[in-house]
């Protein structure tokens, strides 16, 4: 099966600087690789995502880059603000109404 | 956008009991949920794959017998944790996968939260 790993599991950056969450996955036939934000006591909400037949997708402060060869794909956030202070997972699936895999989540603090 | 919802959103019982928990897509059909558990700061385990019409799929090491999962309509599936002990305590999630996306994003619920006393 799939096999989803995640770095790092904590972050703390400065409001306005950049963060960088880093994701390897193990299965060459997953296609769709989601980020998800999780803010305590409440559901996943996807925050953008990324197919395999794209190398780099962005919704303006966020950025997801994705390396099929390597196996590997990023979530890239800018101009950090307070309230992007949560817990992120990165995902892989087969698409095609599959399951998810999930990587084991980064704390990310956006220290005011 | 589509939309998960979960009852309830917590629920406290005691050890051997039974807790059923409710998963509904309020704006689209979904033949098929997923239920996920997660522990405090770690990540969603798949659970199972609630499939309406026909037997819910088990992730190995999960106990059948012990989550009842019932996907009674289109846009319900339902989640039992029977005789429940402390160490079923946890935050119960559910997704679906929606056409209206394509067939690729999943939208989750806002969890359920399971303390066994």
């Known amino acids: 099966g799939e096999n989803v790993e995640q770095h790092p599991s904590t972050l703390s950056v400065q409001e306005g600087d950049s963060a960088v969450i880093k994701c390897t996955y193990s299965d060459s036939a997953s296609n769709y690789f989601p980020w998800y934000k999780q803010e305590l006591g409440k559901g996943p909400q996807l925050i953008i995502d990324?197919?395999?037949?794209?190398g780099e997708k962005k919704d303006q402060r966020i950025a997801v880059t994705l390396n099929k060869t390597a196996k590997h794909f990023s979530l890239h956030i800018t101009e950090t603000q307070p309230e992007d202070s949560a817990v992120y997972f990165c995902a892989a699936s087969r698409g095609n109404f599959n399951k998810f895999y999930f990587g084991s989540g980064t704390k990310l603090n956006v220290k005011p | 956008g589509a939309v998960v919802s979960q009852h309830p959103s917590w629920v406290i019982c005691k050890s051997g009991t039974s807790v059923k928990i409710e998963c509904r897509s309020l704006?689209?059909?979904?033949?098929?949920m997923f239920w996920y558990r997660q522990f405090p700061k770690q990540s969603l385990m798949l659970m199972a794959t609630?499939?309406?019409?026909?037997?819910?799929?088990?992730e190995q090491g999960v106990e059948k017998d012990k989550f009842l999962i019932n996907h009674a309509s289109l846009t319900l599936s339902t989640l039992t944790v029977t005789s429940a002990h402390p160490e079923d305590s946890s935050f119960y999630i559910c997704s679906a996968p929606t056409p209206l996306a394509g067939i690729y994003e999943q939208y989750f619920g806002p969890g359920t939260r399971l303390t066994v006393t």
């Open positions: 609630s499939n309406e019409g026909s037997k819910a799929t088990y």
């Open positions: 990324i197919r395999s037949n794209v």
């Open positions: 704006d689209f059909q979904a033949t098929t």
